[in-house]
């Protein structure tokens, strides 16, 4: 495995890595992002559907669970799985078709479906590491 770590001091830091993501982003590949409420995974999902050449509002999926971006390089799914209580109800939204798809996923709070995360997801993990300073943030990325 390989492990990359960024800084991030501001929301704008966290949105362009979000884009870097997203233009290196390939056909298949998962990202199971963790991260306390207010990390900032919503923005780095909105950076990875800019670097994905998707030009529309990117809006968080906490209610509707998965958003479908398409007409950027290639589409891109947003999930925001907090409030999903059992893995099951993933079925019921035919994840696996995305999941094992030709585009590219996010997964906001994966641990709340850990055992549907495909082996071989890239791990995002976003902390406030400096409690000082509300907006930096430590954000490993693990492939």
């Given at each position: 495995?390989?492990?990359?770590v960024y800084e991030s001091t501001n929301r704008e830091d966290t949105y ?128």
């Amino acid at each position: 495995m390989d492990m990359q770590v960024y800084e991030s001091t501001n929301r704008e830091d966290t949105y362009e890595l979000g884009v870097k993501l997203g233009r290196e982003a390939v056909a298949g590949e998962v990202y199971a992002v963790t991260g306390d409420l207010g990390a900032g995974k919503t923005v780095l999902a909105k950076g990875m559907a800019k670097g994905l050449g998707f030009e529309g509002v990117v809006n968080s999926p906490t209610f509707t669970v998965m958003q479908e971006y398409t007409g950027g390089r290639l589409d891109f799914y947003h999930f925001d799985t907090y409030r999903i209580e059992e893995p099951e109800e993933m079925y019921e939204l035919d994840y696996e078709e995305y999941f094992f798809g030709k585009g590219v996923c996010l997964v906001e709070w994966p641990e709340q479906i850990e055992e549907l995360i495909p082996e071989g997801a890239i791990r995002i993990k976003m902390e406030y590491d400096r409690p000082e300073d509300i907006e930096h943030r430590r954000i490993s990325i693990e492939r």
